[in-house]
């Protein structure tokens, strides 16, 4: 037997229950906000990030960089041990790994 879906109608009213835009955002509040947008164009110079070894579900990534290593932008800097669920993490500035205690820490 095979199954087929009851046909859907919509309310009878429908075009009576419509709430006007204007009052439903006077209802939310949303009257007052003002977005006078793009706050700014341009980069963000970073100097320094943090990468945590523990991103996911599974346990913390191993770094395969050591203390000192230069790295590039998009270089691999940990992945997670074989068999287990994890992610592997990149960097995301050039610069030099400067700590690794629970996170991988890179400055330019």
Do not use: C, Y
């Not at 204007?22 to 100097?47: C, I, S, W």
């Amino acid at each position: 037997m095979k199954w087929t879906p009851a046909p859907v109608k919509a309310h009878p009213l429908v075009n009576d229950r419509r709430t006007p835009v204007k009052r439903l955002m006077k209802r939310l509040d949303l009257d007052k906000f003002v977005n006078k947008g793009p706050l700014q164009d341009g980069a963000v110079e970073t100097r320094r990030v943090v990468l945590p070894l523990k991103q996911h579900a599974g346990p913390p990534a191993e770094p395969i960089v050591k203390l000192g290593d230069k790295v590039k932008t998009g270089a691999l800097v940990a992945v997670p041990k074989e068999g287990n669920l994890g992610a592997s993490i990149h960097a995301s500035i050039d610069g030099r790994v400067v700590s690794m205690n629970g996170a991988i820490v890179i400055e330019k």
